[in-house]
T-cell receptor
């Protein structure tokens, strides 16, 4: 069974401090991992996906298959990073890609 | 706005009543997903369509729930005989189907259901 664990419900950091949002997954196949973000009063949107290996808004995430982790990192937090972050695992189903989400981490960047 | 739209945005109903939600995906997207999100949880997969075919249903989707996508465009999700446990945010998402199976899912704003 697919499972995603985000151990922190809330992460509070000061502006300019490094950020690490933790995500661990359980999946028997080859995983596809994503980070989705939801800013206040906005809809859920994709932040980044591991196969792209890109940096979006200064965030990066590396897939570690040995530790089954996909932590989201940013070296210097900005106030506009305050949002709810969800780690998600994609699983092939009938050719589609349903997502299994973690419970989310609320990131609060304080001045 | 060419994004995914959902209607209504909010629905309050009494226990035992039937409700129906609508989702309009991005026009060129042939995949459509329904998720449910309760307080303090992430979205949970309910069902998935490719064009008009419903290809998978989660065990969360009890017999009281039914989803359709009759012409491969908009979709409806109906809940019969609502229960208080059905209170949640119902999210719709759409995506294209390409060579890469994991195409980005674009989410709608959701329909918040409250069952009294």
């Amino acid at each position: 069974a697919q499972r995603v664990t985000q151990p922190e419900k809330l992460l509070s950091v000061f502006k300019g401090a490094p950020v690490e949002l933790k995500c661990n997954y359980s999946y028997s196949g080859s995983p596809e991992l994503f980070w989705y973000v939801q800013y206040s009063r906005q809809r859920l949107q994709l932040l980044l996906r591991h196969i792209s290996r890109e940096s979006i808004k200064g965030f990066t995430a590396d897939l570690n298959k040995g530790e089954t982790s996909f932590h989201l990192k940013k070296p210097f937090a900005q106030e506009e990073d305050s949002a709810m972050y969800y780690c998600a695992l994609g699983g092939l189903t009938g050719g589609g890609n349903k997502l299994t989400f973690g419970t989310g981490t609320q990131l609060k960047v304080e001045l | 706005d060419t994004g995914v739209s959902q209607d209504p945005r909010h629905k309050i109903t009494k226990r035992g009543q039937n409700v129906t939600f609508r989702c309009d995906p991005i026009s060129e997207h042939n995949r459509l997903y329904w998720y449910r999100q309760t307080l303090g949880q992430g979205p949970e997969f309910l069902t998935y369509f490719q064009n008009e075919a419903q290809l998978e249903k989660s065990r969360l989707l009890s017999d009281r729930f039914s989803a359709e996508r009759p012409k491969g465009s908009f979709s409806t999700l109906e809940i019969q005989r609502t229960e208080q446990g059905d209170s949640a945010m119902y999210l719709c998402a759409s995506s294209t189907r390409g060579a890469d199976s994991y195409n980005e899912q674009f989410f709608g704003p959701g329909t918040r259901l409250t069952v009294l």
